[in-house]
């Protein structure tokens, strides 16, 4: 089946610096996946970050964005400059045109920005 | 407001109890899925709902079962609980296939 590898966390980062969370998937479907990135802060649930439904496009999203690259089955998440208010678990998922089928996840990665 | 909601929040249980997990959705939307979180394996889909009394088994059933009877309204039932059902249990929603899955805040329990 599907599956959704991301960077390990938990990721500590200082505020002001930049930010990187890796993400590759592997679909078994021929049709090309939609990505999306979601975020889940203290006593929340997951909300949407931002999604790509076309290979090569990037998505953009409250100072992150990720570009989905079909050569390398990439969809990376990066913030140039993070704030405190940035700490959260973040989810690298793909999912298809189909409302049949859920979204595949990966397994989050936790970032805790300090000041 | 656009919001899925789960109820309880919290929920500690004895094994072999039955277990009922509510969700709701102000969106009217369509098609419903229940998912668990356990640390190491992300999330994992149990069920998916189409519409009222619609419902798909997803990658983990087993266990579980659910009931929709009405379009806002999503219940997952644990009879008999087990141990390792321990989980954070999360709602989520969809209003057709190309549109964001909106997630409720989740349930944790604890079967003891």
């Known amino acids: 089946g599907d599956s959704v590898t991301q960077t390990e966390g938990p990721v500590t980062v200082s505020e002001s610096e930049s930010l990187i969370i890796n993400c590759t998937y592997s679909a078994t479907s021929i049709a090309y996946p939609n990505l999306f990135w979601y975020v889940r802060y203290p006593g929340e649930g997951l909300q949407l970050l931002l999604k790509?439904?076309?290979?090569?496009q990037k998505g953009s999203s409250r100072g992150f964005e990720a570009t989905y690259n079909k050569e390398t089955t990439s969809f990376h998440l990066q913030k140039a400059s993070v704030q405190e208010s940035d700490s959260a678990v973040y989810y690298c998922?793909?999912?298809?045109?189909?409302?049949?089928?859920?979204?595949?996840f990966g397994l989050g990665t936790r970032v805790s920005v300090f000041p | 407001d656009m919001k899925v909601t789960q109820m309880p929040r919290y929920l500690i249980k004895r094994m072999g109890e039955n277990v009922l997990l509510e969700c709701g959705q102000d969106?009217?939307?369509?098609?419903m899925y229940w998912y668990r979180q356990d640390p190491g394996l992300g999330l994992q889909l149990i069920y998916i709902?189409?519409?009222?009394?619609?419902?798909s088994e997803g990658d983990i059933p087993k266990g579980y079962r659910v009931s929709r009877k009405k379009r806002e309204h999503f219940s997952l039932i644990l009879d008999s609980a087990k141990t390792n059902q321990t989980s954070v249990y999360f709602c989520?929603?969809?209003?057709?296939?190309?549109?964001?899955?909106?997630f409720g805040k989740g349930t944790r329990l604890t079967v003891v």
């Open positions: 969106m009217s939307h369509e098609t």
């Open positions: 998922a793909l999912g298809y045109n189909n409302y049949a089928q859920g979204l595949t």
């Open positions: 989520a929603s969809r209003q057709g296939a190309r549109t964001e899955v909106f």
């Open positions: 790509v439904i076309t290979a090569g």
């Open positions: 709902s189409y519409d009222v009394d619609s419902n």
